[in-house]
Nanobody, 112 residues
Framework: VQLQASGGGLVQAGGSLRLSCAAS????????MAWYRQAPGNQRELVASITSGGSILYAGSVKGRFTISRDNAKNTVYLQMNSQKPEDTAVYYCKAVGINYWGQGTQVTVSS
C-alpha cells in the first residue's frame, strides 16, 4: 500500500488549495477513501470521505467549503479546499478506510 498526499502549502484566509492523493494499485476504486487532518496539539480528525459508490461525508467544519472527489483511472483522490480559514491549518493525510496504513501527509497553513 502506498498513499502519497501532495498539494499543501501556504495560503491566505479565503484562498483555495487542492490536495491530491496518489495511490498504488486499485486502492482508490476498491475502498472508501478519506482525508484526515491533524493540527498541533490536536487529535487527528476526519475531514471528508468518499465510498467506492460515490457516497460522500463531510465534517461539519468544512461542509460547503471542501469537496472530495476521486478519479479511479488515475488512482487519485482529491480534496478541493475553498474559503479557507486559519483553523484549517494542519497536516492533511489521505487514507483507505479499513486499511491500517498512514502515508506521509502534506502541510496546509492558512494565514489570517
Amino acid at each position: 500500500v502506498q498513499l502519497q498526499a501532495s498539494g499543501g502549502g501556504l495560503v491566505q484566509a479565503g484562498g483555495s488549495l487542492r490536495l491530491s492523493c496518489a495511490a498504488s494499485g486499485s486502492i482508490i476504486s476498491a475502498n472508501r477513501m478519506a482525508w484526515y487532518r491533524q493540527a498541533p496539539g490536536n487529535q487527528r480528525e476526519l475531514v471528508a470521505s468518499i465510498t467506492s459508490g460515490g457516497s460522500i461525508l463531510y465534517a461539519g467544519s468544512v461542509k460547503g467549503r471542501f469537496t472530495i472527489s476521486r478519479d479511479n483511472a488515475k488512482n487519485t483522490v482529491y480534496l478541493q479546499m475553498n474559503s479557507q480559514k486559519p483553523e484549517d491549518t494542519a497536516v492533511y493525510y489521505c487514507k483507505a478506510v479499513g486499511i491500517n496504513y498512514w502515508g506521509q501527509g502534506t502541510q496546509v497553513t492558512v494565514s489570517s
